[in-house]
């Protein structure tokens, strides 16, 4: 658990110092980069005998997306590179003692063995392993640069080819965080486009769950194999992404170890995915900040929901808005707008509300609030209150989220009138 | 040995004077063990054989102290220390005794068995029990009135007690003599100078003691306050969780001015413990204000629920028929904390020892104050949170899960947000403590009636229709239950807040909006 701490905490710190929303922001087509992905010629490699050469490579650390651009443009083919032996890491930015001695092991066991232990893992995972050379490999990330070598993917192949939207946001999210988080992938999902997040806890975790539950398709993206989900407490939610036709992707091969670099290729595999980009609630250091930037380097749609300005939560997001990076997203329906889709039919639900939850409800679903803020609004009792909101609350209108503040679910925004004797 | 009962001396007139002496001579005291008396009897014996005073019968340091007080007091006040070997056996000898309070006893026991108290008739229907200074005048111990209360118990209707303590024996039923000296004591005992019997200590009369600050004081806050008004009326355990600087200690303090007089049985039962603890007001020695201890979280597992080589009675008993307010209760030590759980379940601390386990009453309510992170800014609106998530998650998780599933009502506070300060929550004038105080002496009034005990003591079974429970309301209570995944124990402590809502509303039965009330106030899950 550590882990996702030190990693929000090195994520928030490459935010800073490379500051890549601040850099692009009058630029938003990416620097020609000589030794990147973009200008290496690939089609001639024949995919079936260049495989396990890819694989074996990509296991070497210290190997990611960005070295292995570098090695194709000197050695042409990873065949080649495999060849040259140890020599190759002298191609790569940084080499430790780690990547002279896996290569040594790598190299011993033969490039076939590798990929044979790998494939088999992978398959008892559930999952395959598909190369950028793959038809397989999802044709978004095909555009991107830096592009993962070799993915691990789970699930249904064809939730790549559907246009999909990533809903993403802090690990810490709020109730209104949480609530606009379940709105959107509820909607996404109903419209017919695949969410995809990060399986994270917070928001990623909320949009996924929204979409599993409106039956929609979702795509998790995992800072870890595919053996391995993290957080173990998303393991349920990932099961029943799959079930709902959703998928998997890590680039990490089962049994390898998690890193903090691993949550921000992961954030940027998020973006390459997605046709566009929702930043649903972020801090001002926030690991969802770096997919924004990804988004903005690879030219996908970037959009931002707003919070109070004195919201420590939103701060990111309203940096965003403010910086003209992101467009603000006013509703549900305005973001399904804006990406082309058209909205899904909605469930017909009835509710039969006494007079008093009428109100309290009435007014969540104006604007959401604690008992506190509902006292002074609706003028009734704290007691009164308080047993009308737990009344809606075993009745799945309306969600605390652990915190103080009240608000309507989706079920209670579904409801098409509500008493409202108030006024 | 023949000779041994044989007292020979010269007299003034040069005779050879033999008198029969008494060489064995019993007195009766008593001990404190836990928080209840044990009669012990004191038997001393004067024999021929080196000048000595042993005291046997596991006594510990304080007593063999004993030696030296009571020497040099019978010297001072006019009598002689025999020169043979005394010994003085504290009976039952296998209880551990310790403190001061012996002293009497022995001294008299010591003038009995050489001859210089007459009269020995009283010493079976007379306790005694005080420490003595040098001077011979008497001191009063802790635990006086527990004390009277074994001696009582015992069968013996007298009991003498240092001047001070006269009032605090006579509350627990002896005919009680306060004395002054070890002399003036002699004199009562041998019939010279009879003293007059004390008063027991007038039930009601006595003021509250400080009940702190007054729920005026306290800026909005509707919920926390209903939920304090919920926990102080039908003893159920709060918590408060939620950022620094809101008011969760204001309000918790509050409580002490909330909290109906203690009822007769239940104000002889608190004031032995305090008597034990030497806490007692000796010039009021009963406890009509009902309890309200709020130790500081650097306090021992041993100061929080009582223990020690000498048993003393700890905080969770000094709050027994109170408060134990717990303020940053997530910083108490983590052993203290688990140590409650005893309590809180089953209303009393058993204490292990080598002799035995003992029990030792506390049926306390249980107010706790704390941060929903070390840095206290977890969820909060307008500032950050700076712990590490799993840090914040191993915060929570000092409040073991036993331990939060015995917390009845628990309130998640936040501070206003910038749009409602100032509006109409905030401008409503707060209602001041004796208001409060007035609706919760009702509730608690109802409870007494009906039952005869607080609603959080209130067994499952009687969840019936006598007590105010009709069936469809329990079938709610198991659907809502199922609803939000509440264990069978939750769902019953959810129920007897139900009940203590209704009793403040003045209904005798319990209705759905009751029930929904208090499971507003239950437990959130842990982050």
């Known amino acids: 658990m550590i882990g996702v701490g030190a990693a929000g905490a090195a994520v928030g710190a490459t935010t800073a110092e490379t500051s890549p929303v601040g850099a692009d922001a009058f630029g938003r087509a990416p620097s020609p980069n000589r030794q990147g992905w973009r200008t290496l010629e690939l089609g001639h490699l024949d995919p079936a005998a260049e495989r396990p050469f890819w694989v074996a490579l990509a296991q070497v650390p210290g190997v990611g997306p960005v070295g292995f ?14 060849a040259a032996g140890a020599e190759l890491l002298a191609e790569l930015p940084r080499v430790t003692g780690e990547a002279t001695t896996a290569l040594r092991r790598l190299r011993r066991e033969g490039p076939s063995a590798v990929l044979a232990r790998v494939e088999r893992a992978t398959r008892l995972a559930g999952g395959e392993v598909l190369t ?50 379940a709105d959107l992938g ?71 170890s998690i890193g903090r670099p691993d949550f921000a290729r992961r954030n940027r595999i998020i973006a390459g995915l997605a046709r566009a980009v929702v930043v649903v609630e972020a801090p001002d250091r926030s690991g969802a900040l770096l997919t924004a930037a990804a988004a903005v380097d690879y030219g996908r749609d970037l959009h931002a929901v707003p919070g109070p300005i004195d919201a420590v939560a939103s701060s990111g997001c309203n940096r965003l808005i403010a910086d003209h990076l992101a467009s603000l997203v006013t509703s549900p329906a305005a973001l399904l707008h804006a990406i082309g889709a058209s909205a899904g039919r909605r469930p017909v639900s009835v509710a039969s509300l006494s007079e008093a939850e009428g109100l309290v409800l009435g007014g969540l679903l104006r604007r959401s609030g604690s008992i506190e803020e509902m006292i002074g609004r609706t003028g009734l009792r704290t007691g009164v209150l308080a047993s009308a909101l737990t009344l809606l609350e075993a009745r799945g209108l309306v969600d605390n989220y652990g915190g103080a503040t009240f608000h309507p679910t989706l079920a209670a925004r579904r409801i098409g009138t509500v008493p409202d004797r108030a006024r | 040995m023949g000779d041994r009962h044989l007292h020979r001396s010269i007299s003034r007139h040069g005779r050879l004077r033999v008198e029969v002496l008494p060489v064995l001579a019993e007195t009766l005291s008593a001990s404190i063990l836990g928080v209840d008396g044990v009669p012990v009897r004191v038997e ?38 025999p020169a043979r070997r005394i010994t003085v056996n504290l009976a039952p000898a296998d209880l551990p005794k310790d403190g001061t309070g012996y002293d009497l006893a022995i001294a008299v026991g010591i003038l009995a068995a050489s001859g210089q108290l007459p009269r020995h008739d009283r010493l079976s229907v007379t306790a005694l029990v005080g420490e003595l200074a040098l001077d011979g005048a008497l001191r009063p111990v802790a635990g006086t009135m527990a004390l009277a209360a074994a001696v009582r118990d015992a069968g013996v209707p007298e009991m003498i007690v240092p001047g001070a303590s006269v009032g605090e024996a006579a509350t627990a039923g002896v005919r009680a003599y306060g004395a002054a ?25 006595l003021p509250q003691g400080a009940a702190g600050p007054d729920l005026a004081e306290v800026d909005g806050q509707q919920v926390a306050r209903r939920a304090l008004e919920i926990a102080v009326a039908g003893h159920h355990n709060l918590a408060l969780c939620g950022p620094p600087g809101i008011g969760k200690t204001l309000l918790l303090r509050c409580a002490a001015g909330l909290l109906p007089p203690l009822e007769d049985d239940e104000a002889v039962a608190v004031s032995r413990i305090y008597s034990v603890a030497g806490l007692l007001d000796r010039r009021a020695p009963l406890v009509r204000a009902r309890p309200f201890r709020a130790p500081h979280h650097t306090i021992s597992t041993q100061a929080l629920v009582g223990g020690g080589p000498r048993v003393r009675p700890g905080e969770a008993s000094l709050g027994h028929r109170g408060v134990l307010m717990l303020d940053e209760t997530l910083q108490f030590r983590a ?104 609706r919760v002496a009702a509730a608690w009034r109802r409870q007494l009636d009906r039952q005869g005990r607080a609603n959080a003591e209130l067994p499952a079974p009687q969840f019936d229709e006598r007590h105010g429970f009709a069936a469809p309301l329990l079938e709610l209570l198991t659907r809502r239950g199922r609803r939000f995944g509440l264990s069978p124990r939750r769902m019953h402590r959810t129920a007897r807040v139900a009940r203590t809502v209704a009793d403040l509303e003045g209904e005798s039965t319990v209705n759905a909006l009751h029930l929904d009330e208090a499971l507003r106030y239950r437990a959130a899950a842990l982050p």
């Open chain 1, 132 to 181: 950028v050379l793959d038809a397989a490999y999802p044709r978004s990330l095909s555009e991107i640069d830096p592009r993962p070598p070799v993915l691990f993917v789970a699930g249904s192949r064809d939730a790549f080819d559907a246009p999909g939207v990533a809903v993403v946001g802090t690990r810490r999210a709020t109730g209104y965080g949480r609530a606009c988080a």
């Open chain 1, 69 to 82: 651009a570098r090695l194709l443009h000197r050695y042409g083919s990873a065949r080649a590179a495999w």
């Open chain 1, 186 to 256: 509820d909607e996404l999902a109903r419209a017919g486009v695949t969410v995809i997040s990060g399986l994270a806890l917070g928001i990623d975790g909320e949009a996924h769950a929204a979409a599993v539950a409106a039956g929609g398709r979702s795509i998790g993206v995992l800072p870890s194999p595919l053996d391995r989900i993290y957080p173990p407490r998303h393991r349920e939610l990932a099961r029943r992404m799959l079930a709902c036709g959703g998928a998997l992707v890590s680039e990490l091969a089962t049994g390898q």
């Open chain 2, 335 to 438: 052993d203290a904390l688990d140590a409650l759980r005893e309590p809180l379940e089953s209303g009393s601390v058993t204490i292990a020892r080598v002799e035995g386990a003992l029990s030792l009453p506390a049926r306390f309510t249980l107010l706790a104050a704390f941060n929903p992170c070390p840095c206290g800014w977890r969820g909060s609106h307008g500032r950050a949170c700076t712990c590490e998530d799993a840090a914040a998650r191993r915060y929570m998780a000092r409040l073991s899960g036993p331990l939060r599933d015995r917390i009845d009502l628990w309130v998640t506070m936040a501070e206003p947000e910038r749009r409602t300060a100032g509006s109409a929550s905030r401008s409503r004038h707060p209602e001041a403590s004796p208001v409060v105080a007035a």
């Open chain 2, 181 to 205: 000296t070890l002399g003036q004591a002699i004199r009562h005992l041998a019939g010279v100078e009879m003293m007059v019997a004390g008063a027991a200590a007038l039930p009601a009369s």
């Open chain 2, 44 to 81: 001393v014996d004067v024999a021929f054989g080196l000048p000595a005073l042993t005291i046997v019968g596991l006594a510990g340091s304080q007593v063999q102290e004993a030696r030296e007080r009571v020497r040099s007091a019978l010297r001072n006040s006019g009598f002689e220390v």
